[in-house]
């Protein structure tokens, strides 16, 4: 169980590469934020989403109570801000000129968040 937790550390570092440069266009941009309120919870769910991930990414490699709790915090937000842990694969359907290919792997990658939920639940169980 403990390799699991650590491969969902290594899908957080990925997610953590993939989400820096739209949190340094954030950070670079802050003051052309559009006002209202569902861009600045975007921006403050996507920003604490960032945090949360460094936290779980280095406590997973080392298995903590406290990185599967962050998960257990990061999960409804993740769905809110599309931050998937498997959301890489979306980039597949870059190969293909069928507009379907990123229906169903942003499908698939959707499902696989719940199953990581589901295992990290499990393992939470176990330690």
Partial sequence: MKNTLRFFG???VI???LLSPQIYKILLNFGDIPPGILSGLKVTFTLITYIL???SAS???KPSK???IS???Q???RLIV???SFGFLTYLSEFSVNELVFEWLFRIVFMLEFFRLYFTFRVHKQI
């Fill in 59 to 61: 406590g997973l490699y």
């Fill in 71 to 73: 998960y257990y915090f």
């Fill in 53 to 55: 991930l460094f936290i």
């Fill in 15 to 17: 997610s953590i590469i």
């Fill in 82 to 84: 599309w931050i998937f």
């Fill in 10 to 12: 290594v899908l957080d």
């Fill in 66 to 68: 406290a990185a599967i």
């Fill in 75 to 77: 999960f409804p937000l």
